[in-house]
């Protein structure tokens, strides 16, 4: 199993490691005028092409929506964009995503809402995942179109009449939540524009996540820097402790992981467990790891946890039998380390992993259930 990106830039960051090109401060971006005509651009797409302005030169209306895989927002407003593309597209519109966000500035607790950060990677996932046909570019590597378009939010929409002159910026529509939306800003923007009439909302503000502009990677290193400095324990759990910690908790979602030091894929995979505490520890979630070692082998166990800077939850089973510590866990365990189990408030697991786990698919069953939305309900699956 290979280490995820938050683990290899965690990695970078530690090490020192920021590339020059991004080292300089950003000055403000200031939003493109209404009016003004479309900066060009040249930026890879999720299908593996460059695009620039004039690959949508044919179209009567287009329509950028700079947005963010990681967003809360944005995720919310996925459907209601995928709802534009497939109405007005028939209709000689393009409706284009960009991701404006440089990966590297973009935190691991700033995640908690998302199974994907905003790599190109995961561009690639996220519009699998939700079966986009529209272009999604990628500009996190130089962000030399957004700095030309100067997006405030994400999501933020700009839409350009058949000249390529700016008709309107801003929001979607005025509601997270579609059910509290009382506005239309974007769509009616674009039908106004195809019917040649003025458009009677030219701007409006834009909620949303901030741009990850290149110019926050020192904070990304300072969160790092923080969290290497957190305390690192491991407690001795009798075999009710571990059966009590395997119920899971009243109010969290609870991930727990059975490891041990001489396991080769308990250590390969474990950093990505500390990422994920890091991610969504904000949340109504904990990790708890059970160390399986024998007893004394506690020690090794400890400096191990540090040398990880393990700041979750972790436990050792005080006694040297598997097969006790097994049944204490979960009675769907064949044996095998690792062991993972996801359990929701009030005891049902929704994710367990024979061996190492896939750092995607859990992350995927975490945020299914804490939610991807500030507006979700917990549990609701979205």
Known sequence: MHRTVVAALAALFLSGGVPAAHAEERPSVPTLAIG???????????????????????????VLVFTANHCPTAQAYEERVEKLQADFAPRGVAVVLVSPNDPLAL????QGYSDLGDSLEDMKLRAKDRGWTM???????????????????????????????LRYAGRVDDGENPAKAKTRDARDAIEAVLAGKPVAVE????????????DKRPWVKEGY?????????????DEPAIRAVAKGDARKLRLINVWAT??????????????????????????????????DKRGKALEFLREQQASMRNVAFDKGDPYALIEAVDAKWPGALPHTILVAPGGKVIYRSEGAFETRALRKAIVGWLGRYYHSTPGGGN
């Open 36 to 62: 003004a005509t479309a900066p060009d651009f040249d930026l890879p797409g999720i299908d593996g092409k460059r695009h620039t302005l004039a690959s949508f030169k044919d179209a009567k209306v287009l």
């Open 107 to 110: 935190r691991l607790d700033e």
């Open 135 to 165: 272009p999604y570019l990628y500009d996190g590597e130089t962000q030399a179109m957004s700095t030309k378009y100067g997006p405030v939010a994400t999501p933020h929409v700009f839409v350009f009449d058949a000249a390529r002159k």
């Open 203 to 214: 701007t409006t503000k834009t909620f949303g996540c901030s741009v990850k502009w290149a």
């Open 225 to 237: 820097e923080k969290w290497a400095q957190e305390p690192v324990a491991l407690d001795v759990a």
């Open 262 to 295: 001489w396991c080769g894929p308990c250590v390969i995979e474990f950093p990505d467990l500390v990422s994920i505490h890091r991610i969504y520890r904000g949340r109504d979630f904990e990790l708890v790891t059970i160390n399986a070692d024998d007893p």
